[in-house]
């Protein structure tokens, strides 16, 4: 989209690739600085969104971070996530809440946009949780707005369940007169992962028999789950998808078509069983078809995986956008 005029100077903070900020961007939010960590994240972003991200550590940086009116941060889930051990502020990179606390208290930040995984309310019994509400409404005087919203409810074919909590600054929502809501009813998805699939694929994505063996195993000992494939509604994109994880827990897709284009191989033998592609990844998580591939495909599963799905983003920013009254023109 193309607006006439932008608003609100926006910071980003461990924007990764930039799923979060595109978001923003397509709704009128004028970024001016980002910042990520991992050189590659930063490599795909300067490629597709712009040059004003900067690489290194956020609390090197500080000082170097501009006055804004918004700040985004998809601050790192690990520390909180089901699948990892969940320490919490214990883990250095849980840390990092508050140097978004530091920023926001030296800015005085109008609106602040937190994204992370879904198990952060409970975490430690939900203390980790409550340690940040308390941070945010009473140190720091923000009027606190979280809910968990689902890719597949905003037209993508993907359940990715993530926490989103929004904060306005309490004197600026109360001066404004602001009333803000979560996107109040979900997009109905009438597309499927098949109608997003690539026509083309190369070998590579297929799983050899070998390989099939494994994926379609129904798992070991304590851990016992039914492998399903083809699945319409594509499970949660992870940043480990190279490693192709059992059927249980990543996607794989019949492909006949593409399978037949192939010569059997004695020495390795291939299925009609493939992963998804960096390109499939790239449509699953709502980035723009213009998108430019400038880094491995191993970094194009990373960031796929670790991003925020854009149109989840946007309904977010456009619920901000309709909060503040602000009269978006778009040039046809």
Known sequence: M??????????????????????????????????????????????????????????????????????????????????????????????????????????????????????????????????MKKILEEDLGYVLFYNVLNSSDYGVPQTRRRLFIVGFKKEFYEENKLKFNFPPEPIENTVTVQELLDEEVDRRYFLSEKVKATVMATGTKNYVAKPEIDLKIARPLCATMHKMHRASQDNYFTDDINRSKFEDDEKRPISNIRMLTPNECRRLQGFPSEWKYVVSNLQLYRQFGNAVTVNVAYQVAMEIVKSLHINLEIEE
């Open 2 to 131: 193309h607006y006439r005029r932008r608003h609100l100077n926006t910071v980003s903070l461990f924007s990764g690739a930039g799923g979060l900020d595109l978001g923003f961007i397509n709704a009128g939010f004028n970024i001016i600085w980002a910042n990520d960590f991992d050189k590659y994240a930063v490599e795909s972003y300067k490629a597709n969104i712009g040059d004003h991200i900067k690489l290194g550590d956020i609390n090197e940086l500080l000082d170097e971070v501009p006055s804004h009116d918004v700040l985004l941060a998809g601050f790192p889930c690990q520390p909180f996530s089901m699948m990892g051990e969940q320490k919490g502020f214990e883990d250095e990179r849980g840390t990092l809440f508050f140097s978004i606390e530091t920023l926001l208290k030296k800015h005085n930040t109008k609106i602040v946009v937190l994204e992370n995984v879904k198990n952060l309310e409970k975490h430690d019994g939900g203390k980790t949780f409550s340690r």
